[in-house]
Structures are given as structure tokens and as C-alpha cells.
């Protein structure tokens, strides 16, 4: 998990949003999968994090990637625009000396890019018209040595902040746009076929910088612009000044607006916590100078932090004027007491951290002044009910006890911030356990501990389609990222029964059983969903590898359920075991045993897929 620093949990809040679809760990994977040959990157992994991780070529600043330097690395394919969007940090990109070919890819789709190298592959083509005109923050854009041809776009004068231009050694032709760029330092367009004047603001360059560019004429080369001047591009008016003008008014005007409605924003959504009594927000300078808003949260409404009461208080008064009480303060709301009881307060108060950007929205954890640590996830999407409906599938949620189920502590709603509070559990995800750090802690995962959590699962889920027999997906988005591992390795499931909560396009989006072969082709989904993800968590954990049917494009991991039928046609199931439960000779049967229970929970077809009881059975019949 990313070593992020330590900030009050209330200022995490404060940020600006943080739910990205793809974690940045996914975005990158799913770049490389878009690459045909990547042989450096083997440590690119699946759940470690880029940053802690270290992994090769990816610069991090505070925790975030902000470059990827993938320099003289023989890498070779596409590059997948859609993952680099997803990078939100990312500033600079560096791809010289490799073999990527074809047209230049939509890098102007990604956004605030400073410094994009290109240099020495095999790119061709022309560059789109406006491609300069959506990444004015460019300071540094190198494309020499490749196979470019066409007109330099005109839009390259819009790049205010240029500092350096290399286009040497491709094939652009005509005239060279007229550049005024103060901050231009470095420019190189020699051996090109351009013709036409040189611009005369660009005349203060060398000689080198047009050399072997047979058309080109004036200062500072020896060579004077004669004749038909049609050629020539001295046409520093194709800009007309009124033009130029309007667009400047546009963007002052546009940012004074931007900043107009930033600030009616602050100071609505201030007041309308003031009236919340949510406390005063309230800038300080910290020694750091780091600024900071300081949440207050008032003392008559800390009484009322102390949960019980405010369980009661509200259950008693289910009433819309109550909700909102008459301090108005939507506190926490607690559903589980059995680590004790806390406020919202508290929780503001508290040390915490950013875990991660999941489907639904970012988790934090957040330790208390008490010692408790809980994880917090912040719901983005679950919009669908009103607050008493939401209530109620909450009391649920806090009525749940099963040994292998993670019952949620607490709840916070409001209309436009819904948190839901758990336990902080220390040894982290199945996931994280299989697939992070190298596989280290993958070796402690011996076979009578796989057996037990798969097991375990297969209680929690039974126990969940009993609770929520009417729902169509009693869990939903099971996945090993959702299967906490306690002390002694008994699975806790988390994540589960939100279907009622969140509207479908988000649903499918987010939620794991929303990737089922039966919504992919028929846009169905039933408890067998629910079923089918219990599957493939089950060929995750006896093959030791990261399934790809968890990546949004389905590429990088490997597609277990192909695999594991195809090596059960051909019988050559052995290969299908994970290595470290090869020592395991007594107990091969038995694996491949549960191996064949994985295989028919991911039968595509849900009619003839297990339904969750025969699973369930099935599993338990599984001896050491
Ligand atoms: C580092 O990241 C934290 C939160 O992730 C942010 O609040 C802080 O401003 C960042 N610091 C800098 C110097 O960017
Ligand atoms: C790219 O390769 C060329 C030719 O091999 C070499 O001269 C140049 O230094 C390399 N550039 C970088 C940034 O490594
Ligand atoms: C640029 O090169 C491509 C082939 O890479 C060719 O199809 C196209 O016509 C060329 N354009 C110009 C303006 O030369
Ligand atoms: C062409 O341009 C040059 C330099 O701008 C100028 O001196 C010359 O008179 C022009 N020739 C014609 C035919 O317009």
C-alpha cells in the first residue's frame, strides 16, 4: 500500500476529488499492455504501487507519477492514450530511443503534459492541425529523428511557455509557421524539407538550427529570399490582432468566471455547512507553510458524537426534519459498536492516509486518538437512494454478523458526501497478499491457508445470499481486493450488498460482477453473477496469477478461465498450480479438485454455471 503522507483525515476530505476510474497502478498496466514488446518492465506488477514500488521508468513527486521515462528501452506497439489520461499527475513523457511507429498518438488528450521527447522512433505521418492548440503547457516537445511529413501546424505558435523544439531529421515540408515565442530557447528544425522565408523572430538562431533544408531562405542563413515571394511565409498577420485579442479577452474572461464561480462555490458550500453546523472552516498557517483548513466542529453537537445517542435519536425520528436535527448536524452514524463507539469528530481528528482509488470512490485510512484504525471510503456513486433508503440498507449492513463477513462500524450521509467506516484490517487484501511485493509474502500462503480462505469465502457468501435473498447480486463486486485477510488468514468479504444503493451505469462501471459473461452478452445479471466471481477469486488463489478478467480492457493478467480450460482439456492440469503449492504432493487431488469447482463457477453459461448452494457444498466436501 502507497506510503502517502500522514495528513488529518478532515483535510484529506477537503481535496479535490480523487476518484479516478483507473488507480494509477491499473492505468499503467493497462499502458503496457498496450505495448507488443516490454521485456524491461517485468517490474510492473500487479497491486504493488509505482511509487513505493519503485518501478522502472516511472517518476513519482508526493506519492503521484509524474513521468514516465521509458528512454532506449526497445519498446515497440501502441500507446494507450485512454490509461495515460488516466494518470492525473502526469508531466512529463520521454519515449526517445525506442521503436514505436505509425501516426503520433493523441497526446494532447492528456492533460498539462510539460515535456513530451519522442526522438529516435519510427512515428510518420503528419501532425494533426490543432494538436498544439490543447497542450499550451508545453515546455519542452522533441520529435527529431523520426518520419514525419506535412506542414508544420500553425498551432505551434500557441505554445506560449515553449522552451524547446526539436524537429530535426523528419520530413516536413513548406513554410515554417511564424513563431514568437519569447521563451524559445532551443531550436532545431534542420535536415527537414521546409521552404519559404525563415519567420524573422526566429532569425536570432544559428545557422544550425535550419541547416539542410534546401528551400529555406533569409537570416540567418547566407541565402536571400528572391523572386516569387508566394513561398515565402512572412505572415505575421495571418493571425489578425483583433483576433488575437478576442481570444485573449475570451481566456481573461473565461478564468475571471472560472474563479467567480470557484469562489460562489467555496463560499455555498461554506455557508451551507456553517448552517450544517458543521463548524467554521477557517485557513491557518501551519509551520510548514503548508495551508491549511481547520474544521471546528462546534461543542454542543460533540455530545451528540457519542454514537449511541445518536444511533437512537435517529432511529426514533426517521422524520426528514430530524435527519437534519435541529443543530442541523449530520454526524456519524454508528451501526457497529464492537470497537467502541466514535464521532465524526473523532474521525476529522484523526491521523490519515490515502489507500486507494477503487471503482467506488477513494478509501482512506485514519487512526484515532483512541488507537482505533478504521478504513473510510468515501461512496461517490451511491446516489440511487434517498437518505432513508439509504438509512435502512445501512442498518442492514450493521445487523450483519458472520465470522466471515466485515460489518461495517459507521456511516456518514449527507446529500453530497456518503462515507462508510470498517476496521482498519492490517494484513490487507487477498490481492494485495497474493500479487504485492514481489510475491514475498505470496510464499506464506501454503496450501491449508488457501483452502481455509477459500472456504471462508464460500461461508460469507452463503451467509450474504441468505441476508440478501431478494437482491439480484447479494455481494456484487466480489474480488480479491474485497477479501480482507484477519490475523489468522480467515477471509472477511467487504464491498458486498451495495446493488440497491448505486444506479446501474455506475453499477457496471464499478462492480466486479458486472463483468460476468452474461452481462458482457446478454446485460443480465443474477445471484450465478455472484457465483461466477467467487470462481474466478478461487483459480486466483490456486494459480497464483492476476486474473485479467479484472482489468476494465481485459488485457494484462492472464485470462484464468481460458487457461485453466484449456489445460484441463489438454490434461496438463499440473501446469495450472501455482509453484508454491507444488510441495503439496499428497494433496494434489484435492487441488485439483477446488481447481475444477473454480472452473465450473466461471461455466459462461449461468445455466449450467453452480448455483452459490451446490458451490458452497462442494467446497466444504474439499479436505486438506
Ligand atoms: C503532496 O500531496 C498531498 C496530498 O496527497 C498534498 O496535500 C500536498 O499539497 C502535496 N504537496 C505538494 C508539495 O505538492
Ligand atoms: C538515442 O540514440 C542515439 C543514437 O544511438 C544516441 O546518440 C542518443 O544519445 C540517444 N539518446 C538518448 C537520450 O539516450
Ligand atoms: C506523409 O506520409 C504518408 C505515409 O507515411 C503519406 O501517405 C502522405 O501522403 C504523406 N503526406 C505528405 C504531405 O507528404
Ligand atoms: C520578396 O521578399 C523580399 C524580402 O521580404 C523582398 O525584398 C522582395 O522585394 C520580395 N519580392 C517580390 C517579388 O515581392
Redesign the pocket.
Known amino acids: 500500500m502507497a506510503a502517502v503522507r500522514v495528513l488529518p483525515f478532515f483535510l484529506l476530505l477537503l481535496l479535490p476529488s480523487l476518484s479516478f476510474s483507473l488507480s494509477e497502478y491499473e492505468a499503467l498496466l493497462k499502458l503496457k499492455q498496450s505495448f507488443t514488446r516490454a521485456d524491461r518492465l517485468s517490474s510492473w506488477l500487479p497491486d504493488s504501487s509505482p511509487c513505493s514500488a519503485k518501478w522502472v521508468g516511472i517518476i513519482c513527486f508526493n506519492g503521484t507519477v509524474t513521468g514516465l521515462h521509458l528512454t532506449g528501452f526497445d519498446i515497440s506497439g501502441k500507446i494507450d492514450i485512454e490509461a495515460l489520461n488516466a494518470l492525473h499527475g502526469l508531466r512529463t513523457i520521454s519515449l526517445v530511443n525506442n521503436s514505436f511507429s505509425g501516426p503520433i498518438p493523441d497526446f494532447h488528450r492528456v492533460g498539462a503534459l510539460k515535456s513530451l521527447l519522442l526522438t529516435g522512433n519510427q512515428f510518420s505521418g503528419e501532425i494533426p492541425k490543432d494538436f498544439f492548440a490543447h497542450i499550451t503547457s508545453l515546455k519542452k516537445f522533441w520529435i527529431s529523428y523520426n518520419q514525419f511529413n506535412g506542414t508544420i501546424p500553425e498551432s505551434v505558435t500557441q505554445l506560449s511557455h515553449l522552451i524547446e523544439l526539436h524537429l530535426e531529421h523528419n520530413h516536413f515540408s513548406g513554410p515554417i509557421p511564424p513563431m514568437n515565442i519569447p521563451t524559445l530557447k532551443q531550436l532545431d528544425l534542420s535536415n527537414n524539407k521546409l521552404e519559404g ?1 525563415i519567420p524573422e523572430s526566429l532569425s536570432i538562431f544559428s545557422v544550425d538550427s535550419f541547416k539542410g533544408n534546401e528551400g529555406l531562405c ?1 537570416k540567418p542563413l547566407d541565402k ?6 508566394k513561398t ?1 511565409t ?1 505572415v505575421p498577420n495571418q493571425i489578425p490582432p483583433e483576433k488575437k485579442t478576442n481570444f485573449v479577452v475570451v481566456v481573461v474572461l473565461g478564468i475571471a468566471a472560472l474563479v467567480f464561480i470557484a469562489f460562489a462555490f467555496f463560499t455555498c458550500k461554506q455557508r451551507s455547512e456553517e448552517e450544517d453546523n458543521f463548524g467554521m472552516l477557517r485557513r491557518e498557517k501551519v509551520p510548514d507553510s503548508v495551508s491549511v483548513v481547520e474544521v471546528h466542529v462546534p461543542s454542543s453537537t460533540s455530545n451528540r458524537s457519542n454514537s449511541r445517542a445518536s444511533e437512537t435519536s435517529r432511529k426514533g425520528s426517521s422524520r426528514k426534519g430530524s435527519t437534519h436535527g435541529k443543530n442541523g448536524m449530520s454526524d456519524l452514524v454508528m451501526l457497529n459498536d464492537d470497537r467502541g463507539a466514535f464521532g465524526l469528530q473523532d474521525l476529522m481528528k484523526a491521523a490519515a492516509e490515502v489507500l486507494g482509488n477503487g471503482g467506488l470512490g477513494s478509501a482512506y485510512k485514519a487512526v484515532m486518538a483512541t488507537g482505533l484504525s478504521v478504513v473510510v471510503k468515501r461512496l461517490r456513486e451511491m446516489n440511487r437512494l434517498q437518505r432513508e433508503g439509504f438509512d435502512a440498507e445501512m442498518r442492514r449492513f450493521g445487523r450483519l454478523r458472520h465470522r466471515n463477513i466485515l460489518t461495517p462500524l459507521a456511516y456518514h450521509f449527507r446529500r453530497e458526501e456518503k462515507l462508510l467506516v470498517s476496521e482498519y484490517i492490517p494484513k490487507g487484501s487477498l490481492l494485495y497478499v497474493l500479487h504485492g511485493d514481489r510475491g514475498i509474502s505470496h510464499a506464506e500462503l501454503n496450501w491449508p491457508i488457501r483452502l481455509k480462505i477459500i472456504q471462508g469465502m464460500a461461508r460469507g457468501m452463503g451467509f450474504l445470499h441468505t441476508e440478501f435473498s431478494s437482491y439480484e447480486l447479494p455481494h456484487g463486486n466480489l474480488k480479491s481486493s474485497n477479501v480482507l485477510l484477519g490475523d489468522d488468514y480467515e477471509p472477511l468479504l467487504s464491498d458486498y450488498g451495495f446493488h440497491p444503493l448505486i444506479n446501474t451505469p455506475n453499477a457496471v462501471q464499478s462492480m466486479f460482477a458486472y463483468k460476468s459473461p452474461e452481462f458482457v452478452q446478454y446485460q443480465e445479471v443474477s445471484p450465478k453473477s455472484d457465483v461466477y466471481c467467487l470462481g474466478i477469486v478461487i483459480l486466483e488463489i490456486l494459480t497464483g496469477k492476476f486474473p485479467s478478467q479484472y482489468l476494465s480492457n481485459g488485457k494484462g493478467g492472464i485470462d484464468v478461465v481460458q487457461w485453466v480450460l484449456t489445460s484441463m482439456y489438454e490434461r496438463r492440469e499440473d501446469e495450472l498450480i501455482d509453484p508454491e503449492l507444488l510441495s503439496y504432493t499428497n494433496s494434489r487431488n484435492q487441488i485439483l479438485q477446488l481447481l475444477r469447482i473454480g472452473a465450473a463457477c466461471t461455466e459462461s453459461n449461468p445455466e449450467q454455471r453452480l448455483d452459490i448452494r451446490e458451490a458452497i457444498r462442494k467446497i466444504e466436501e474439499v479436505q486438506i
Request: glycine residues 20%; hydrophobic residues 20%.
Open positions: 522565408e533569409g536571400v529570399c528572391m523572386g516569387d515571394n515565402n512572412n
